[in-house]
């Protein structure tokens, strides 16, 4: 099956705090995965379908590690293996469902999609600071109604803050001030850099923060195709600058994480995190950062949501016109089209025929 | 056209109750039908689409046993001729929408969809019960968001009532309990059998019975494809056998009626009906056996809905696995296709190419 | 693209009070075009779709006369012309967006919808009353889920006030009226017509004019097609007629305006106005008209959504059934038709294999 998704990749599928002794059902890239904790606290992602008559197993129950399906009582280990079936004593060789490999990092929960072989955890990307105790964060997932190009689209372009978050994390001078972007291919990484010197510091961060003038802005893009994305902002009073030994404690440190996962062709699972390393202990400028982020969040989720009807009802074929802001876009859907033909040729042997 | 339905059977479209003086819409295998009864009582069934400007006549109002269409006023009589139209006095001679027969025996409005001169009443199956003076019956229609092929897995294969209807009519020992599968390929029925004996009496059966023990619990299907679905249920005290007479007056029996009618490819009419020969005016009986009933029939109709979903959006190709619980259900299926076949040919001569 | 829509042909895409500073949103023959007026008031069609990202740009703001996108801020003259990109100060030279020529006329904006080449604004048909000081009007427009042609239909042959308008517009002797229909292929006018004389007066007349008896009634259609349709309605009491110089004050004068205008293939805008010579200042009356005639129009939208229905989810190639009500509807469908092969000519010449 030929999809739009790089396969052979690992996903976020959930935050840990989400996979627990209830299942859950989540799709990613188009495929139905139940995830539960053992009793160990290992978590654990299946094949969200019997190998009977396909019913869900994450509308069933677990009996201690054991998951019991809740149409005719198929009951599966943590390995996928069918142990039990209702009526007889032989269970059936074949009676499995899959097993994807799961791992738990940064306080996600990590899923390959693709052929297990391939599945290496080292290659999973970091996001340190969601689960380092030098750091506060916040976070949350929103579902999106837009197929996940639209959303890489949109993150690599930060001059979209000018409009789209206007009063919130925009400012005229993002939209104004041009980028650099660079593009490391032997590791799949697209760098966007955006540093705004002598600017108005948008409520995002003067609320946080507490700078009360005018500040220069960094926002350095690190995107990992085809899920992570980081956004290392820094924010300093005019002027302020890391010192030669590398000390940077003038200024405020913001990491914004998005995970970014296919669901089906046409929606997405939007999870977004913010931790920094200031007024860690207020609760009053966490619970503002979460509200201020989700809002912004949303903003984009209708955006892309609208969008998405656009391409959907509308002629394909439509030539969009790219302009320099663009450069970091363009050069994430080139390693995410080098991904999914990668994935393809993995599936599809190249003396196949199609 | 080409469906998955059988043609040339006839299939139960309604109660006798729900067809009156007013006019009711419904699709029967894909062909949108409207009943009325006559002034005389007589169930009529037209097709639902006038032959001026396919309006519903569903959406129309009877004057007498005419049928006057509601958007320009073609008037049909009850054997579906058009008697007038408006602006002229010369009707159309090929003015007429097709008149199905129908039939109404055992509390059911039966029609028959297909070639009308295969048409037979002698075929329709039998519900006695239904319509006797020595049974008192409960019932009710549910309308099922998936195919009908679903339902007829589902009822062929009880040992779902442990798992899904735990707590109502399901207990541990059904799906332990192995059965026994006939196919009557001459008159087209499929048997299942399971004889439980010195079991738990799910409350189903205690609370209607009064019955305070164990029980000896028998289920005998009787599946006559494509619609009528008989269970033909005996409880008793554990030991209680019927006599060498026949005579069975120390058990209890239940006959559960279905009528599984396709609406569309994807949607079915879920007629249900419960009817016992104890406790017969016992209201308190009837009342807790059609809330009882309905609560298990709409706990399948969740997850059949479900299983649609999962049917509808996934890769199809997905090989299923099959028990010995199954051999009733497969045995339907194969009967159903055939059925299809059969009917196919009907439409289509040998001799044709497709 | 093939359609089934008429283009190289006017439509009206809005009342001009629904045009303002405000953004206006709407499709009309699948086109998704963004109206509002210059700060000197002039009415605007661009295309919906920003040229960078295809964001809606009916979804942004306008500064002054400019049209700034709300996702990247690419900015847009009322000619379509992109003056301003976001990061750079050279502007693509491709970068625009298709302008519509829109006339404002008779109370409406009418669009262009196909070559800019061929649009002349002397082939509006005009509607002069609605706009005129000497005629008051109500109007509305009602949303209509069905494609136009059903609504062509509706209105060319009235015989349904009869039946889906009894007791509003509608009175037996509509439907038992014969019509006459005239064609002027020249000038591309249906023109129906059917006079009755000594019949009841329906409420909608009787009471908006006073009358207390039976009087004449004229209904004399003349649909320009696509998108006009005029009904010229004449009530008086019975026997007043016209005087020899074409005085005609005895008698009440209705000119009942649609546009019918195809929003996507399979929904509609449907607008209705209802100018009136008589009570020109009882606001009783306006208030009336307007509530009346907007019940009328959804009786018609109800009962065309439901046909849509029926052509949407039944088989193909159902044989409708015409008699003489149906020559004017009949004669619209031919235009109408030939209205479509002309404006696929000139998308594609004779030359061009598809």
New interface residues.
């Given amino acids: ?1 030929r999809t739009d998704f790089p396969r052979d990749q690992w996903y976020v599928a959930a935050y840990g705090g989400e996979v627990s002794r209830r299942l859950l059902a989540r799709k990613i890239c188009g495929e ?1 995965i139940v995830f539960y904790r053992t009793s160990s606290g290992e978590p654990v992602a299946l094949a969200d ?1 019997c ?6 197993l994450s ?1 069933s129950a677990l009996d201690g590690d054991l998951l ?6 198929f009951t599966y280990d943590s390995e996928g293996t069918c142990v039990q ?4 004593r032989r269970v ?1 060789r ?2 499995r469902v899959k097993k994807y490999p799961v791992v738990e990092q940064d306080s996600f929960i990590w899923v390959w999609i693709g052929d297990d072989d391939a599945a290496d955890p080292k290659d999973i990307p970091r996001a340190p600071w969601l689960a380092s105790n030098e750091w506060t964060t916040v976070c949350g997932m929103e579902p999106l109604a837009a197929r996940y190009g639209l959303l890489v ?1 949109n993150l690599l ?1 930060l ?2 803050e ?3 978050h206007g009063g919130y994390i925009g400012t005229p001078e993002v ?5 650099t972007t660079e593009v490391d291919e032997e590791h799949g990484i697209v760098f966007v850099s955006r540093h705004m010197e002598d600017v108005a510091c948008p409520t995002f961060y003067a609320k946080s923060t507490g700078i009360e003038g005018r500040i220069d802005r960094w926002q350095d893009i690190e995107y990992r195709p085809p899920c992570l994305y980081l956004l290392h902002s820094r924010v300093a009073p005019v002027g302020v600058q890391p010192g030669a030994d590398g000390d940077d404690s003038g200024a405020f440190h913001v990491e914004v994480v998005y995970a970014i996962t296919p669901e089906t062709e046409t929606s997405t699972h939007d999870f977004w995190a913010v931790a920094r390393d200031f007024a860690r202990d207020d609760e009053s400028v966490s619970a503002f950062l979460a509200e201020n982020n989700r809002t912004v969040v949303l903003q984009d989720v209708t ?1 892309l949501n ?2 998405e009807t ?2 959907a009802t ?2 394909p074929g ?1 030539q ?7 450069t970091g876009g363009l050069a994430a859907r080139r390693m995410l089209a080098a991904q999914i033909a990668a994935g393809d040729t993995t599936r599809a042997p190249a003396t196949a025929t199609v």
Avoid: F
């Avoid at 190998?51 to 869900?56: A, D, E, F, G, K």
């Fill in positions: 099956m139905a379908r190998v009977h008559r396909q019913y869900r509308a019991v399906c809740g149409y005719h009582g079936v209702p009526g007889q059936p074949t009676a689209d372009d001059s979209h000018t409009y789209l939209a104004q001030t041009p980028i955006a609208l969008l656009v391409i509308e002629p439509y969009e016109l790219s302009i320099n802001i663009d």
